[in-house]
């Protein structure tokens, strides 16, 4: 059995999304901003995706500026709140320990330049604190910038409270949603977002399309210099058939969110009771508010990559944390920040799901794992020596 359960890495490009994009790269080559019938043509379409991504996160269509990626909406949105920050002279930002690399260096890049951020805890369960949130604001924050949902542990953040809240401060709030669009619902206006980066290969649209919302009042300054596209903001002929392919992907898992969210969950939460029953296991991120098709395990006495590496050879394609830390011999930045000791997060296993994913695929994994947990811990040195401090578990 073949098993891709790495969507929190990327997923596969929907039947709706290639046939989105199939047109633009046949008869509606077109640049759009050509005055010719087929730049009318391509700017039309354009206009179109526009639209619908505007309305999957109920925002206007003004407010959309389509990016390369998630992490140059990330760049962007960061780069930006802290700029006009410093022009009104506020120079404090606040953010959390768990955010993805694409938020954590370009927030580094900006202590360097003279800002100051408060990376808020976000304890065992992996969520920040509202009333911590509110504690660390100062006179001089300029910019919150907190993730909807984590792609490592899944975790949601209170996204709304904290919305409202700095909307009540007059702070500017960026979310990185980029595992959130068309997985859970987002509402930029009931959740009081100003600024949210979203990207389309985490929701079955190519690699390399994403999009900014920046609630409109907010003078964003150019990212790219260039031609007038995305109202001058960012030069660049449009990728017109990657961002018609997001807008039919959006659309597509925004009109059957719910259903979607109902079978992930259901696999998610079996594969959560399965993997629970192995000794020594630990479920990471907060039971009561996670994504659909996130979950993490770690399991003592093992390392992360070996049971990967097991798993892959019986056709499980699945993760030790996030694909941009893979490689590296450190353990995740986000299990550390839940306050696992370095031991434990290195055995760590993300298994993350989508709607493509079947129960009998939930099955197969679960009659894997245990089986390869087992056989890595019984040549594990590590085992071994916790053996001595306490009974076999898999002696009967
Ligand atoms: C994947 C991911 C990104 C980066 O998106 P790209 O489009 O791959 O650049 C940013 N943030 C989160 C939470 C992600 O999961």
């Not at 073949?2 to 890495?9: E, I, L, P, Q, S």
């Not at 953010?95 to 951020?117: C, R």
């Not at 068309?182 to 980066?197: C, T, W």
Request: aromatic fraction near 6%; charged fraction near 20%; include cysteine.
């Amino acid at each position: 059995m073949f098993v891709y359960a790495d969507n929190a890495a990327t997923t596969a490009v929907s039947k709706t999304a290639l046939e989105a994009m199939l047109p633009a790269l046949h008869e509606m080559y077109g640049n759009p901003s050509s005055l010719h019938q087929k730049g009318r043509e391509a700017n039309m379409a354009l206009i179109g995706a526009r639209e619908t991504v505007a309305k999957c996160l109920n925002a206007s269509p003004k407010e959309i500026y389509f990016t390369g990626c998630g992490t140059e909406a990330d760049n962007w949105a960061i780069t930006e709140g802290a700029r006009l920050g410093a022009l009104a002279g506020k120079k404090h930002i606040i953010s959390d320990t768990i955010e993805h690399h694409a938020v954590l260096h370009t927030l580094a890049k900006l202590e360097k330049q003279g800002f100051e951020v408060t990376y808020l805890p976000v304890h065992s369960n992996g969520i920040v604190r509202v009333e911590e949130l509110e504690a660390a604001i100062r006179p001089d924050t300029c910019l919150v910038t907190i993730m909807f949902s984590n792609n490592e542990i899944g975790t949601l953040q209170p996204i709304r409270e904290i919305g409202a809240i700095c909307r009540s401060r007059g702070i500017l709030f960026h979310t990185d949603a980029v595992q959130a669009v068309g997985h859970v619902p987002v509402d930029v206006e009931a959740d009081h977002i100003d600024m949210l980066s979203l990207s389309g290969h985490k929701f079955h649209a190519p690699k390399g399309v994403g999009a900014l919302y920046c609630r409109k009042g907010i003078k964003l300054k150019n990212f790219i210099e260039g031609g007038a596209q995305e109202r001058g903001k960012r030069g660049g002929t449009e990728a017109i058939p990657a961002i018609l392919a997001m807008a039919a992907a959006m659309q597509e898992s925004c009109e059957h969110l719910p259903e979607n969210m109902a079978h992930v969950t259901a696999m998610r939460d079996k594969l959560i009771e399965g993997l629970s029953k192995i000794p020594y296991s630990h479920c990471n991120g907060d039971p009561d508010h996670k994504a659909p098709g996130i979950v993490s395990f770690c399991f003592e006495g093992i390392e992360g990559e070996s049971l990967l590496l097991r798993l892959d050879l019986a056709g499980i394609c699945a993760s030790s944390g996030s694909a941009c830390t893979s490689g590296s011999l450190d353990p995740s930045h986000v299990l550390l920040a839940l306050g696992l000791p370095h031991e434990i997060a290195h055995g760590s296993l993300r298994l993350s799901l989508c709607e493509y994913n079947t129960m009998e695929e939930v099955d197969y994994i679960l009659e894997q794992v245990p089986q390869v947990v087992k056989t890595l811990r019984q040549m594990s040195p590590v085992w071994m020596h916790m053996l001595e401090k306490m009974p076999d578990p898999y002696q009967d």
